[in-house]
């Protein structure tokens, strides 16, 4: 991510001439993502809402809005919602998307 300053305020840039796909993704209370990774494409996740918990190759963090996470493609990681409402975050994926490039090591809706 680059920060760039302006007269005016300034921006934070995410991508520039990458091929990235971005979402935004909601969990609702006491819910969780499956523990997965990926083989193709990392991810930055951008945290909009409070009562997140991030975890990353065995490292837990409950993140702030506006601070950033890093997930490294083949990382192992999981995203869930531990505060009284749904929390989102933004995330922008870096080199090929494909919902087929997810490897699952527990999952609580049955998809391993």
Request: charged share 30%; net charge negative; aromatic share 6%.
């Amino acid at each position: 991510m680059v920060k760039v300053d302006k007269p005016w305020g300034g921006f934070l840039q995410v991508a520039h001439n990458e091929p990235c796909t971005v979402k935004i993704l909601t969990v609702i209370p006491g819910e969780a993502t499956s523990l997965q990774s990926h083989q193709h494409r990392d991810e930055l996740w951008i945290v909009l809402d409070e009562g997140l918990e991030v975890e990353v190759d065995g490292l837990r963090i409950s993140p702030k809005p506006g601070e950033t996470v890093t997930v490294p493609r083949t990382s192992r990681h999981r995203l869930s919602c531990a505060g009284p409402r749904p929390a989102r975050i933004l995330e922008v994926s870096f080199g090929t998307f494909d919902e087929e490039d997810i490897t699952r090591y527990e999952d609580r809706y049955g998809r391993v």
